[in-house]
């Protein structure tokens, strides 16, 4: 794994400065087999978080067809899909801690045992960096490579669910496509709980962190929803 990681198809190259969020500014990163560091994941052709809940409404009889309240379900669990270029001297179950291919036996979900974390750092451009030097909230820290600020996300206990691969005679490159379930994703540093600023909150509600906003209309004291005056 080592022979591999630190071949030249690692070797990092430039990335332009834009406001704009771009995938090379991405950095994905796990556990190698038997390193108890996080090591940088390579050849990834893509990385697709996604998560969903349910929004139920709520109606009464007698009060036409209007909704009363929508009120949220439980999160399903996130889901990451992950298509990685299979290497001779790590795949896909290596490159995220599991004894797979040279290292050991492991070649099918069946296999695993533990489960793995996944770090992800979207690095700021000189841009923002030099717009935002004051950007050190929760999750705001300095990127692996210590030059620039990075928005941190961990992914927690995750486990493998899908594994595939084809092989193809009209395509040389062989892709490994993995959808892993998440049990918890975090910034890493700050303490989450019912008071978590998430922002949004009415006025003079203590998780608002930041002073009275107006976020909805129906959620204004003494407003019931029918004044638009604001």
């Known amino acids: 794994m080592s022979l591999d990681r630190d071949s030249y198809i690692f070797r990092e190259g430039t990335t332009p400065n834009t406001r704009a969020q771009i995938s090379s500014k991405v950095k994905i990163f796990s556990y190698a087999p038997d390193v108890n560091n996080f090591r940088q994941v390579g050849v990834i052709g893509s990385f697709n978080p996604s998560t969903s809940r349910g929004v139920e409404p709520i109606r009464g009889i007698g009060f036409g067809d209007q909704v009363a309240e929508l009120v949220p379900q439980v999160e399903e669990p996130l889901s990451i899909s992950v298509s990685r270029t299979a290497l001779y001297l790590s795949n896909v179950f290596q490159a995220f801690g599991y004894r797979g291919g040279i290292d050991g036996l492991v070649r099918s979900l069946k296999h695993h045992r533990w489960p793995f974390d996944i770090k992800q750092e979207i690095i700021f451009s000189e841009l923002a960096f030099e717009e935002q030097l004051t950007a050190t909230g929760p999750g705001t820290v300095a990127a692996s490579d210590g030059t ?83």
Request: charged share 15%.
């Open 148 to 230: 620039r600020r990075a928005l941190l996300t961990f992914y927690e206990a995750c486990w493998m669910n899908s594994y595939g691969v084809t092989f193809e005679a009209e395509g040389t490159i062989i892709n490994e496509d993995v959808d892993i379930t998440v049990s918890d994703i975090v910034d890493g540093a700050s303490i989450y709980g019912e008071e978590i600023a998430s922002g949004n909150a009415p006025a003079g509600i203590p998780s608002t962190a930041g002073g009275a906003v107006i976020n909805s209309l129906r959620y204004i004291a003494g407003n019931a929803g029918l004044s638009t005056n604001v």
